[in-house]
T-cell receptor
Framework: DAGVIQSPRHEVTEMGQEVTLRCKPI?????LFWYRQTMMRGLELLIY????????DSGMPEDRFSAKMPNASFSTLKIQPSEPRDSAVYFC???????????FGPGTRLTVL | AQSVTQLDSQVPVFEEAPVELRCNYS??????LFWYVQYPNQGLQLLLK??????LVKGINGFEAEFNKSQTSFHLRKPSVHISDTAEYFC?????????????FGRGTSLIVHP
């Protein structure tokens, strides 16, 4: 199994631009989580999907952030417009209902200039 | 709601020495507990977990942790560390049986192993 796949691995953009981060979960995993990791705030849960349905988006910082999961094999996290304070590493993690552990992707390092 | 406190942000240690990384949690219900490791420029991966049963759990790479309900702790230990153990370690908690699976992570402890 290829594990959780995230793209791009690195993204550098200018303030005000739209950014789209992508995640392909492990086949058969029905829960998907988006996290943001910064030195200041640590690892923050942004949103959580179960069976493609958003269950808890209370961690999404503001309306500039949106996430979708159109099918079981793909999810996106979009930031529009991006700001320098959005610079962070964004992780996607997935799990199956039969297991308690999450499997993390390698992350996308986002830099907003 | 649960919370997790990792008492040390950084733990320097010499190679082959023992190490303990501390984790305390707070919850009004029963919990599941996890330790994850993050190597540089990688995602987190599971080291070990406590769900029920024996309070001493063994994980990968020679790590073990002990669940102490009275002290609400889940400290991670290794008797002899290697240079390759240098990484960030995260303690996490979720609600136990019947709870919704939304993990809460600690701020992480950076383990630095010196030769």
């Amino acid at each position: 199994d290829a594990g959780v796949i995230q793209s791009p691995r690195h993204e550098v953009t200018e303030m005000g631009q739209e950014v789209t981060l992508r995640c392909k979960p492990i086949s058969g995993h029905n829960s998907l989580f988006w996290y943001r990791q910064t030195m200041m705030r640590g690892l923050e849960l942004l949103i959580y999907f179960n069976n493609n349905v958003p269950i808890d988006d209370s961690g999404m910082p503001e309306d500039r952030f949106s996430a979708k999961m159109p099918n079981a094999s793909f999810s996106t996290l979009k930031i529009q417009p991006s700001e320098p304070r959005d610079s962070a590493v964004y992780f996607c993690a997935t799990k199956t209902s039969g297991r308690d552990e999450q499997f993390f992707g390698p992350g996308t390092r986002l830099t907003v200039l | 709601a649960q919370s997790v406190t990792q008492l040390d942000s950084q733990v320097p240690v010499f190679e082959e020495a023992p190490v303990e990384l501390r984790c305390n949690y707070s919850s009004s219900v029963s919990v599941y507990l996890f330790w994850y490791v993050q190597y540089p420029n990688q995602g987190l991966q599971l080291l070990l977990k406590y769900l029920s049963g024996s309070t001493l759990v063994k994980g990968i790479n020679g790590f073990e942790a002990e669940f102490n309900k009275s002290q609400t702790s889940f400290h991670l230990r290794k008797p002899s560390v290697h240079i390759s153990d240098t990484a960030e370690y995260f303690c996490a908690v979720t609600k136990g049986p019947g709870g919704s699976y939304i993990p809460t992570f600690g701020r992480g402890t950076s383990l630095i192993v010196h030769p």
